[in-house]
């Protein structure tokens, strides 16, 4: 009998690690006066206390994902000291972009004049940047890329029904990236990641309005009463206790989704990214945003556990211990 075929394959690395951060948010600054002023029935009360918020930002008339999200790349690849000319992988995570193709990897790369990398997009909705993260991760264990690029970036500010108050006070504008490469330690602990599709439809753009809505209570008692679970899951199989944890940065949806979450999970030693306040929910760029701020001021220690959770349309999840960059 015959060997089996076989096939001259790539070589594989010990480990990855996200080598650095970047992150890009609108200079325009919109308060809930602001969104009052604009004719919201809302008040600023109600905001604050019911969901975190104090002020987001949305991108200029001209400003595009793509714009925003080669602000974020730029910084994160100065961050990490990778040359562009070593950037193999372009993946863009992002559920806004203003028409399906095309994607925006491709023009991302063109921008940063990455030559010719593999490249496209990542739609999860709010956990894209999860699952852009371990495709890169995966990309870079296996051989595929030498260095790949994870850009999160979303412009909701286009998508809004400024009639329906549950939502267009939510959403914001912004960016976050991340560079990995390889490492000779594992420092992704493995992704605990699923989805329920059955509730397909109590996160969407609606289809005839090319708006966003959603069904808030309904996907607030998912998120606080299932993601934490998925959290503590992550933690195990990454074979850390959560009191080691030293930042928790889960999806900006609501800051009292943070806290019923924080107080379920125990990390009694965690610095909390609670970018909601300023930033808004900016959707799959939550994570790299608050995430990259936090390491920008000096949060975060260097190579320290950090658990991320994205959660949101889909309804897709994913739940991770990293060692921070
Ligand atoms: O990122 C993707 C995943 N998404 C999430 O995780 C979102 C999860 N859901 C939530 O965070 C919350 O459900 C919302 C923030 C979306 C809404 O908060 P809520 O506490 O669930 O409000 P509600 O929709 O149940 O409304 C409660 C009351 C209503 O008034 P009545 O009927 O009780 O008199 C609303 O009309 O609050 C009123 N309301 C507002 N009042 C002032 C709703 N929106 C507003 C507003 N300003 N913007």
């Known amino acids: ?57 949305w991108a200029d008339a001209d400003e595009t994902v793509v714009d925003m999200a080669e602000q974020a790349g730029s910084k994160a690849l100065a961050a990490a000291g990778v040359s562009t000319a070593d950037v193999d992988l372009v993946i863009v995570a992002t559920c806004t972009m203003p028409t399906p193709v095309p994607a925006a ?18 739609n999860s909705g709010c956990s894209g940047f999860m699952y852009a993260l371990n495709a890169a991760s995966a990309a870079v264990r296996v051989g595929q890329a030498r260095n790949a690029l994870v850009v999160a970036a979303e412009r909701f500010s286009g998508w809004l029904d400024m009639t329906d108050r549950g939502t267009c006070i939510i959403l914001g504008d912004g960016a976050g990236a991340a560079v990995v490469g390889a490492s000779d330690t594992p420092t992704f602990g493995p992704v605990v990641w699923g989805s329920d599709g059955e509730q397909f439809d109590t996160v969407a753009i609606d289809e005839r309005t090319h708006t966003f809505r959603q069904e808030g209570q309904t996907v607030y008692r998912w998120a606080t009463g299932q993601m934490a679970p998925i959290a503590l899951e992550a933690c195990e199989r990454a074979g850390v206790d959560p009191a080691d944890i030293v930042a928790f940065v889960p999806h900006q949806a609501n800051l009292r989704i943070i806290d019923a979450l924080v107080r379920r ?14 930033s808004g929910n900016t ?38 211990v990293v060692l921070s960059p």
């Not at 390491?295 to 658990?307: D, K, N, Q, T």
Request: aromatic content about 4%.
């Open 1 to 57: 009998m015959n060997a089996p075929l076989t096939l001259a394959s790539t070589e594989a690395v010990p480990g990855t690690r996200i080598l650095g951060l970047g992150h890009y948010r609108p200079s325009n600054v919109v308060t809930n006066l602001d969104l009052i002023a604009q004719g919201v029935d809302t008040d600023d009360e109600w905001i604050k206390t019911r969901v975190g918020i104090a002020e987001r930002r």
């Open 105 to 122: 990897a491709p023009q991302l790369a063109a921008r940063l004049g990455i030559d010719a990398p593999g490249a496209y997009d990542v």
């Open 265 to 278: 999970i125990g990390l009694p030693n965690a610095v909390i990214a609670r970018d909601i306040i300023t």
């Open 283 to 320: 959707s799959a760029a939550t994570i790299p945003l608050a995430l990259s701020r936090m390491v920008e001021a000096g949060e975060i220690p260097s190579a320290a556990p950090v658990l991320l959770l994205g959660f949101g349309s889909g309804l897709a999840y994913a739940g991770q």
